[in-house]
């Protein structure tokens, strides 16, 4: 007996590593084995709650790319809405041009890019945004821009390879066709060129009654933009005894000063409409002309 | 600042580091993973008892383990070189530890090439032990041996650069004192 402890006492480091071992290689196989350890339950709770901490950090570091890819979703959902396709009208479908058609028959009226801002200013009269998509892109003049929240931001004048110039709607040789929500009366959206939060709108018929805080969008007419998207909200209402139109202050439903992500909206049909016009109008003149 | 808070500090900071930085930063190649934590073990005075030193190990390991989700694995291999780290010394500064000038390895307590030799030794240990688990659920015996020549250089190069960026100050230790 004696020997014993003599050996163990001579030995006990030797029999503590080998007790550890033992205790550390049944954790690891037991816990392969039954996915649970000891104390396992308690550690994870310190262990996750640290964890959790990180997390919080580390997400910030993430954060612009999280939104850039939730700006993606959004255009790629955007472009499946139903309002940007027209319903075929039986007596039109066998007139097939380039325009693409979905599976059900119906025409694609608009088609959304998305892009980002790279430079913006609301300081001066004549205030343009430059984007970050150009012609290489697919990006043409006249096209409108829309901020995320799709409110309307202004319209493609220029372009180059890659980026493109948009009019803001703060600028004064800006004219947009816009619709009271609801009335549907028709009017037009300028800039005086002061206040970069209020826009004007002349045009409304005072036959119409008008209360502060009535939405104004964008006119079915537009051949850039799509219809019935939000500029703005009425702000207040100029007296104007000489006419017997309304003079409106609107309210900006985009915020200007902060624009980062935008979306650019084609029209497809407005070519040939545009042309159609053009078309139209020389014909009468040609009718019109003398000796004919 | 007295040993114990001191290695209470370290014990804290190595494991954090091991699992907040070195785990999460993208990795190197599938093979490497850069080890650092069981430095700490490296680093314990030289007077400390060698059950103690064991029980430190297992603890050591094992709250990494929990981290890593792999409870035994790490425990399992700072108990190892926590059990052959007085071994290593020995063979390296043969001299009882009452006769030791300094507190701990480091260095510059026992030169360049004995503290190389004996944090090669011990990390090959480390790595070798924790791999070879590893290996007995899965992977074939070449990744084994790629694995370990991989992760032991990294680890070592970790160890140097640490040693070279935060240098320990050394009391020589006297009698008179």
């Known amino acids: ?292 | 600042m007295s040993d114990l808070v001191k290695n209470i500090f370290r014990f804290t900071l190595f494991i954090l580091v091991q699992w907040f930085v070195l785990f999460k930063v993208p990795p190197l190649h599938r093979f490497i993973i850069p080890y650092i934590y069981y430095l700490f073990i490296l680093w314990l005075p030289f007077s400390i008892p060698r059950f103690w030193l064991l029980v430190i190990g297992f603890l050591t390991g094992l709250s990494l383990d929990y981290f890593t989700q792999t409870p035994g694995l790490h425990a399992a291999a700072c108990v190892l070189i926590a059990y052959i780290r007085p071994f290593i010394i020995n063979l390296l500064l043969p001299k009882d530890t009452s006769e030791f000038n300094y507190r701990e390895p480091s260095p510059r307590t026992m030169g360049w090439t004995p503290y190389a030799v004996y944090v090669l030794v011990l990390t090959l240990f480390h790595h070798g032990y924790m791999l070879f688990l590893e290996w007995l659920s899965f992977g074939s015996i070449l990744t084994f041996f790629v694995k370990l020549v991989a992760t032991t250089g990294i680890s070592f190069l970790l160890i140097f650069t640490t040693e070279l960026l935060f240098p320990r100050k050394m009391r020589f230790r006297t009698n008179t004192a």
Do not use: C
Request: hydrophobic share 40%; charged share 20%; net charge positive.
């Open chain 1, 1 to 292: 007996m004696r020997n014993i402890f003599l050996f163990i006492g001579r030995y006990f480091t030797f029999f503590v590593f080998l007790v550890f071992q033992v205790l550390a290689l049944s954790f690891l196989f037991r816990y392969n084995k039954f996915h649970r350890a000891v104390g396992m339950g308690m550690a994870n709770e310190l262990t996750g709650w640290m964890n959790s901490k990180y997390a919080n950090v580390d997400n910030y570091f993430h954060l612009k790319q999280e939104s850039d890819r939730i700006h993606r979703v959004n255009d790629s959902l955007i472009n499946l809405m139903k309002a940007n396709f027209l319903n075929a009208d039986t007596a039109t479908t066998f007139v097939r041009d380039s325009i693409p058609y979905d599976t059900l028959g119906h025409r694609r009226r608009y088609i959304w890019r998305d892009a980002e801002v790279v430079s913006n200013s609301v300081n001066s009269d004549r205030n343009y945004i430059q984007i970050n998509r150009g012609s290489k892109q697919g990006i043409k003049d006249n096209m409108g821009v829309l901020n995320s929240d799709l409110s309307l931001v202004g319209i493609v004048v220029n372009t180059s390879d890659n980026f493109s110039q948009v009019m803001s709607l703060l600028h004064v040789k800006n004219n947009v066709n816009a619709i009271m929500k609801k009335s549907g009366n028709a009017g037009t959206i300028s800039w005086d060129g002061k206040n970069p939060l209020l826009l004007t709108m002349t045009g409304v018929p005072k036959s119409d009654t008008i209360a502060k805080g009535d939405t104004v969008l964008t006119g079915t007419y537009s051949l850039s933009f799509p219809p019935l998207k939000m500029i703005g909200t009425v702000a207040s209402i100029v007296k104007d005894n000489s006419s017997s139109f309304y003079i409106l202050r609107i309210k900006t439903a985009a915020n200007f000063q902060n624009l980062q992500h935008v979306f650019v909206v084609e029209n497809l049909q407005g070519d040939e409409q545009e042309s159609l016009d053009k078309a139209t109008r020389k014909k009468i003149d040609e009718l019109k002309k003398p000796g004919k």
